[in-house]
């Protein structure tokens, strides 16, 4: 059943939340960011460890951002998911360093085009254990479709999300993340549809996130895609300074979630 999946955003070495969309190599003034919080990653490690949140994912949206998440690791050694940099050379390292799983995007797009050697040689590097890997399809939306983005969501790839490509990367990993950046931050609402599609296209978890804002997107994600896909909620959640769900409620949400109809 749907269930809400934590996060812990890091920019800078800080856990923020910002809009998916203004992020840029190349005009850091156009940064939006909703939330920088006072608290260090291990805060919010703690806070999910004795929740039993499992499956929360921590992010590196650009460089500095490696000690913070090992400071976050270390509270939970085996509870969190790592993204943001993670590679071939570098995907053991972060299992070692306590990560539950190691999620990949942009090292799959080189010149922004898949490369099936890449997922092949970091699915290799692990042992060819696909419980330690996640991969992100964080995508924009283009006219009817959705298009995978890369390097913090700046850069279209060759990539349609659709039934096709789903089927293709499933049996190279666990579970997929899916940002829908042209939502992300904004607490506007979720992408209904993409969420839709999620439901009817992956047999594997999927964690959706982009736009959520309360216990009604919950519910909503719930019906749109079965049960099949879980939502992280970010800048709307009162642990980041927003107003339009607190973390009580998340937490209430999943165990009703683990009770029997």
Known sequence: MTRFRPCIDLHAGRVKQIVGGSLSDTSPSSLRTNYVSSHAP??????????GMRGAHVIMLGPGNEDATREALAVWKGGLQVGGGVNEGNCREWVGWG???VIITSYLFPSSKFSLPRLQAILAALDHDTSKLVIDLSCRRVDQKWVVAMDKWQ?????EINQDTIKMLEPYCSEFLVHAADNEGLQKGIDEDLVQKLGEWCSLPVTYAGGGRNLADLQRVKELSGGKADL????????????GITWDDCVKWNKEQDEPA
């Not at 850069?155 to 990539?159: G, N």
Request: aromatic residues 14%; without cysteine.
């Open 42 to 51: 291990s805060y919010y490690a703690q806070l999910y460890r004795d929740a």
């Open 99 to 101: 990560a539950e799983k």
């Open 155 to 159: 850069r279209l790839t060759d990539m």
């Open 232 to 243: 992280t909620i970010g800048s709307a959640l009162d642990i980041f300074g927003g107003s």
